[in-house]
């Protein structure tokens, strides 16, 4: 039976996931970019429906697969049982017990094969028919070394911890090229914890059990193998339902165009937005250049500027705005900002990034110089050009 302490350290332990799963789940969805907005009215104008995805497809089959596994082995496996076969409770006499037997394999003639005459005298011992009964007839007849219950809790072992590491892998490769349930392998892998934990309490409670005839008293429900069993399967068959219905509604928010973005998608809308602002600059200089070369949109420029400096030298000189604007400085720490700026230039250049030896930064220097010389004749041309053409007020 599960421990009281055991309890409180799982709540103990599970209550910042749960809390966190209770606000994600309440939790308002952002709201789409343009681009998701743009693929929106693109896919609802066309006219041809998207195709699902083909690992969507073949994980929804592994997950139905894995589920009729587990429900097989709850509702329609029966693992034999020599009381059960011949309608006979667990203590009955030895006598009893005999003669049904060799009735039984008088009419059948593989029940010898199923259930070998040796367990027959085994059972003449109450302790071995509540061994038989808690630990099941695989563990009971090919477990030699199987002489207390923890031998037969050691044998059962490998059989579930190999559902669980099959469960663990369907779980993993279902959330493996859907980058938003990936937070759910973390729950996933907690439950199967959890339900490790639950497993070995059926086999402590089982091990309570003093006598044959309190189990029978337990009917047997929730307690030694036949408990584990149902416990592990029933609880992975609904854990692969789930992993089901989520990979299914992730599938439909993608098809809409609703649900969230995986990596591929967030890396094309930068690109997109990148590509963008650059076409806007580029667009920004070219206008520029064509309003400086013709007379008249230099004229509406230089207007607009001046028009522009006016109306800044108006708002900085309102003591209103020096209020606001001294507020919200004195809550930044600007010279703890340009500090941290310096230093870390200064480190950037003491480990060589920038100028990794003194030539190059012999050379860095004379082509920064040329180029500056270079630039300075047009840049003086064009002021002389640019304050000849500009109108005079007088």
């Known amino acids: ?70 429900l097989y082995h709850v509702a329609l496996y029966n693992p034999p049982n020599i009381f059960r076969t011949l309608s006979l409770p667990a203590d009955c006499p030895n006598f009893i017990l005999h003669q049904s037997w060799k009735e039984r394999a008088a009419l059948d003639p593989t029940f010898m094969v199923k259930y070998p005459d040796t367990m027959r005298e085994r059972f003449k011992a109450m302790e071995n028919r509540l061994f038989y009964e808690v630990y099941g007839q695989d563990a009971f007849l090919h477990c ?32 493996t090229q859907t980058s938003h349930l990936n937070k759910y392998r973390t729950w996933g892998s907690a439950a199967l914890v959890v339900l490790a934990v639950l497993e070995y309490g059926t086999y402590q409670k ?25 416990l592990r399967h029933g609880s992975m068959a609904m854990m692969a339902i789930v992993v089901m219905g989520l990979l299914h509604r992730s599938a439909k928010q993608q098809e809409n165009g609703t649900g969230p973005r995986d990596e591929i998608e967030i890396l094309n809308d930068l690109c997109a937005a990148q590509e963008a602002m650059i076409a806007r600059q580029r667009a920004m200089q070219l206008a520029r250049a064509a309003s400086l070369r013709d007379p008249l949109l230099r004229k509406h420029f230089v207007d607009y500027w001046k028009k522009r400096e006016v109306e800044h030298s108006l708002l900085t000189a309102d003591s209103e705005y020096k209020e606001a604007r001294d507020m919200a400085l004195s809550r930044i720490d600007v010279e703890g900002i340009m500090q941290e700026a310096n230093n870390y230039i200064e480190h950037v250049i003491k480990a060589g990034e920038r100028m990794p030896d003194s030539q190059e930064a012999d050379t860095a220097s004379s082509s920064s110089s040329a180029a500056a010389n270079d630039t300075a004749a047009p840049t003086t041309t064009t002021k002389a050009s640019f304050a000849g053409s500009v109108p005079r007020k007088e």
Not at 211 to 216: G, K, Q, T, V
């Open 144 to 175: 030699d070394h199987c002489t207390e219950r923890t031998d037969f809790v050691l044998y059962l072992i490998p059989e579930a911890m190999a559902s669980y590491v099959a469960m663990a892998a369907v779980l993993g490769i279902a959330t």
């Open 206 to 230: 089982g091990a309570e059990v003093a006598s044959l005839s309190s189990l029978i008293k337990h009917e047997g429900w929730m307690i030694g193998f036949r408990g584990a069993h149902l």
């Open 1 to 70: 039976m599960v421990d009281a302490s055991i309890i409180q350290i799982l709540v103990v332990l599970g209550l910042p996931y749960a809390i966190q799963g209770v606000r994600a789940f309440f939790a308002k969805p952002p709201p789409p970019s343009p681009l998701q907005r743009l693929n929106q009215k693109q896919q609802r104008s066309s006219s041809t429906p998207s195709k699902p995805n083909r690992w969507n497809q073949l994980m929804l089959l592994l997950l139905g697969l894995t589920t009729l596994h587990h």
